[in-house]
Structure formats: structure tokens, C-alpha cells
């Protein structure tokens, strides 16, 4: 390696096995360069040699764990394909009974049993999004903009029936999305700050959602933030919003946010939640601003 780096005055980087003297292999990195006097002439050589070896491990078993996850989720969709297509078929009998005339108590079992094989329809939905993997096609956004054109959709959809006050940044925003995919985060979670504003809090003036886009050019970051002044989550439930299935809606998925954290993370962006009684709740979504 000396000879090496003498003849070439190049660094040196390699890997390779040890075996110590209770018979256990350790990897190690070994990296060294030539330093050179006031003549350009080397002079010696200075270098490290690291242990490797847990961190080559964890890499190993993330990639057997993406592989796994991977075939789960092919599993899945193979699942969800295998059962919507006879429950299509099943809601389209259940739909023709619908015109015959029953009595009340059988028309009665029929409606449930059509509101709950839609609800199986849209959970099939739902799993089939979150196990797909999330191909993007990115594109330059001016977010301030793009957010003004899906918060016009937004209010034309009558679940959304709160106040949303939007915030722009004073300056033009531009990050690389899939507007599509970032639009769906959008539509989520100002449908869940909607849902999250209590009844009782109808008349208070803090029954509105504000979507806030806060620029932060020292780490040339993007915080979009979208508020609402209603019931606090509890401290024990925050770190389970995520999870795939686990929801506090009666006639929840769990699978919208953990959908939403998905895409946040094919941008490489970051997903978080705060949630107290002073502040209420805030979901923020970092992005990186584009140069």
C-alpha cells in the first residue's frame, strides 16, 4: 500500500477481513493518503482504519427487511385484486335488490350490508395505495401557487366545511414534486384538520384550519404547515398516527396517514405531528427548497 501510494501519490481506500484471537471476523475500512513536504515531495503516509462490521450487518439486514416488505406488498395487491373483483359483483347483486320493493327490516339489513361492502371496497382502495410503491414524476412547483390551485378544489368539496385560512410565503417557493401525489397529501390532511374541529367549537374563533408556508433559507428548507385549534390529540396516541390500520375514527382505514408519510418520504421530505391543549394540532412537511 505504501509502495502504492508512493509510486501513484493517490488515497487509498479498501476493505477486508480480520480474524481476531477468539476466531470472530471483523471487517475493516482502511483509508490513507500521502502527505507531502514543503517540496511535494511524500513524506509520510497518514491514514485510519475502521471496524465496519456492525455497519455492514445493519445494511445487510435493511436490505433483507426492504426485501421483505417488498413481497408483502406485492402479497397485498395480489390479495386486493383477487377479492375486489367478486365483491364488485357482490355489490352490483346487492344494488339490483335495492329496486325491489322489501319490507322495512330487510331493507334495512340491505343497506347495511351495502354500506359495509363499501367500506370494504374503499379499505381494499387504501391498501392497494399503500403497498404500491410510490413512483413519482417530479416537476418544478412554485408551492405558493400550487397550493392556492388545490386549496380552489379543496373548497368546492362539501366535506370540507371550515374556514381555511391560507399563508404564503413572501417570496416565491420552488420545490421538485409529483403534483399529484403532493396534492393527495394535501386533500388528506385538510380533510382530517376538518374532521379533527369538534362541534362544539363551530362558533369559537379558532374553528378554522390556517395553512401556513414558512421558508427557511439558512438549511434552504420549506416548512408547510396546516393548523387547526381543535381538540388536542393525547401524547400517548401521536406516535401511532403513522402506523398502517391504526385510526381513532369510527369508520377509519389507519391507512390515509401512513399513505401520506409514504409519499412525504418518496420526496425525500419529513413528516411531523405536534399536538397540545394551548396550540392545538399542527401537521408540518419539510421539503427541500430547489436552487
Same mark, same amino acid.
Not at 335495492?98 to 381494499?124: C, D, F, G, T, Y
Not at 408540518?284 to 430547489?290: C, G, R, V, Y
Given at each position: ?6 509510486? &501513484? ?63 408483502? &406488498? ?32 330487510? /331493507? ?5 350490508? @351495502? ?51 391560507? @399563508? ?15 396534492? /393527495? ?9 376538518? /374532521? ?27 416548512? %408547510?404547515?396546516?393548523?387547526?385549534? &381543535? ?6 396516541? @401521536? ?17 390515509? @396517514?401512513? %399513505? ?19 396550540? &392545538? ?11
Amino acid at each position: 500500500m505504501l509502495e502504492a501510494q508512493r509510486l &501513484g501519490q493517490g488515497k487509498v481506500d479498501e476493505e477486508y477481513r480480520i480474524v481476531r484471537s477468539d476466531d470472530s471476523i471483523r471487517l475493516i475500512r482502511d483509508q490513507s493518503f500521502p502527505v507531502p513536504d514543503g517540496s511535494g515531495n511524500i513524506y509520510r503516509i497518514a491514514g485510519i482504519a475502521e471496524d465496519i462490521t456492525e455497519r455492514r450487518h445493519a445494511e445487510q439486514k435493511m436490505g433483507k427487511a426492504i426485501a421483505a416488505l417488498a413481497e408483502v &406488498g406485492e402479497l397485498a395487491a395480489m390479495i386486493v385484486h383477487e377479492v375486489r373483483n367478486p365483491l364488485t359483483t357482490v355489490l352490483m347483486g346487492l344494488n339490483a335488490i335495492r329496486s325491489i320493493e322489501l319490507p322495512e327490516s330487510v /331493507q334495512e339489513r340491505l343497506n347495511l350490508s @351495502l354500506e359495509e361492502a363499501e367500506r370494504i371496497r374503499n379499505l381494499l382502495k387504501e391498501i392497494l395505495l399503500y403497498a404500491k410503491p410510490q413512483a413519482l414524476q417530479p416537476s418544478e412547483l412554485e408551492i405558493n401557487a400550487f397550493i392556492g390551485d388545490t386549496l380552489e378544489s379543496i373548497r368546492m368539496m362539501p366535506a370540507i366545511s371550515r374556514r381555511i385560512d391560507f @399563508l404564503p410565503a413572501p417570496h416565491p417557493v420552488r420545490v421538485l414534486a409529483d403534483k399529484d401525489k403532493l396534492k /393527495q397529501v394535501f386533500i388528506n390532511l385538510v380533510d382530517n384538520a376538518c /374532521q379533527a374541529l369538534s362541534a362544539e367549537s363551530v362558533t369559537n374563533a379558532d374553528a378554522k384550519i390556517t395553512w401556513t408556508v414558512e421558508p427557511d433559507l439558512i438549511t434552504n428548507s420549506v416548512y %408547510i404547515r396546516i393548523h387547526n385549534g &381543535g381538540n388536542p390529540i393525547p401524547p400517548e396516541t @401521536l406516535p401511532k398516527l403513522m402506523k398502517p390500520f391504526f385510526t381513532t375514527k369510527s369508520c377509519g382505514t389507519g391507512l390515509g @396517514l401512513a %399513505i401520506v408519510k409514504r409519499i412525504v418520504d418518496a420526496h425525500s421530505g419529513e413528516l411531523m405531528i405536534t399536538s397540545n391543549e394551548a396550540e &392545538g394540532t399542527q401537521v408540518s412537511i419539510k421539503f427541500a427548497i430547489l436552487i
